[in-house]
């Protein structure tokens, strides 16, 4: 782990253009004391961290934990069902996986005459499009028919449930944040 520290500090001075005297001088560390580190010959304290990480302007969190490999295209064969325990509904996560990103989308699909869970709120809010069938969006207690073609966007701090009033299953585009997968 403290070979990686090494590795990435070293890097991202590189990047960045600066000699270790730049770095020594955001820093306050030593010029010897940052190529010990670099070449990792001298173990860092995490409050010397942190100074390397600002001057550096990256979070500390950077140097623990490994690149993700970012996926923005999320072909249809690659795409499978999945169900929630607390809801009888089927969803496919359609959402590319990168850091930082902070929308959740989801092919949703509720049964005939069934309701998605039940009624909850959470931080956020959500967007979602009926693509087939009808559903009905039980939004603190005031009901909204929303049919297909028809979008609906709201604070998800407000009490919701969604139900299907059809013999037919309902397919729901829905975006929501914050990231639940």
Sequence with gaps: ???????????????????????????????????????????????????????????????????????????????????????????IRLSGDFSNRVLESMLVVIPPEQQHGHKFSHPGEEFIYVLEGAIIVNLDDTEYLVKAGDSFHFPSTIPHIWINPLKQPAKILSVVTPVIF
């Design 1 to 91: 782990m403290i070979n990686e520290i090494s590795i990435k500090i070293r890097n991202l001075r590189k990047e960045r253009n600066l000699t270790l005297k730049d770095l020594s001088e955001k820093t306050g560390l030593s010029v010897s004391f940052l190529s010990q580190v670099e070449n990792n010959t001298s173990s860092l304290a995490i409050t010397s961290l942190k100074k390397i990480a600002d001057a550096l302007n990256v979070s500390i969190n950077y140097f623990f934990y490994k690149p993700k490999i970012h996926n923005f295209l999320i072909k249809s064969e690659n795409q499978s069902v999945f169900q929630i325990e607390s809801s009888n509904s089927q969803f």
